[in-house]
Structures are given as C-alpha cells and as structure tokens.
C-alpha cells in the first residue's frame, strides 16, 4: 500500500507540473486552484506513503518471525521452530523417495 501511494503520488506531481507548462503553453491561461489541488494531493499522498512504510518496517520489527505451522517465535533468518523444521525435512525426503518410485 505504502509504495502504490507514493507512485501515485509522484505522479501526481509530476502531471500538476506537466499541467502548469503545458496549460500556459496551450491556452495561455493557468487554472491555479486546480494545480494546487492536484499537487497538494500529490504531497498528501507521498506523505502519507512514507509514514504507511515507516510504520510497516516498525511493525516487522517488533513482531518478529514466527513458525507457520505452531505459532512460535523463531530465531533471525528461521522459518519454522526447531520441532518442524526436522519434520518438514523428513516430509520433504518422504515425498522426494515417493516420486522417485
């Protein structure tokens, strides 16, 4: 979510500034309530993308990882728990002897 609003919203500033040149160039007039509309919600997106991805990393950080199959924490760089990991393993095996035959 955090980085479709901050596309959305770099494009949205870019498009404001685009419609500034490109107004002046063809009508020779410049609606300045409608620029500062699109580039205020360009803004208000881009801002609210930075704090959707600072508060994503901070909850990541605090929740920690934990084992699919029970729940439990597991260590930095772990998937599952030390019980499941050896039985996924011998599944893994199990199912690699089974298709081999």
């Known amino acids: 979510m955090a980085g479709a609003l901050l596309r959305l919203g770099g494009f949205l500033i870019v498009a404001s500034v685009v419609y500034l040149a490109?107004?002046?160039?063809l009508a020779g007039t410049v609606h300045r309530s409608l620029f500062w509309m699109i580039a205020t919600g360009g803004a208000a997106c881009v801002a609210l993308g930075l704090l959707l991805?600072?508060?994503g990393?901070?909850?990541a950080a605090m929740v920690?990882?934990?084992?699919?199959r029970c729940g439990r924490r597991?260590?930095?760089?772990?998937?599952?728990?030390?019980e499941h990991l050896q039985a996924t393993i011998?599944?893994?095996?199990d199912h690699q002897r089974n298709r081999g035959v």
Request: glycine fraction near 10%.
């Open 90 to 93: 011998n599944e893994y095996r």
């Open 74 to 82: 597991v260590a930095r760089g772990r998937v599952y728990c030390e």
């Open 22 to 25: 490109a107004a002046q160039v």
């Open 64 to 68: 920690g990882r934990s084992c699919p």
């Open 53 to 55: 991805s600072i508060a």
């Open 57 to 59: 990393r901070g909850m």
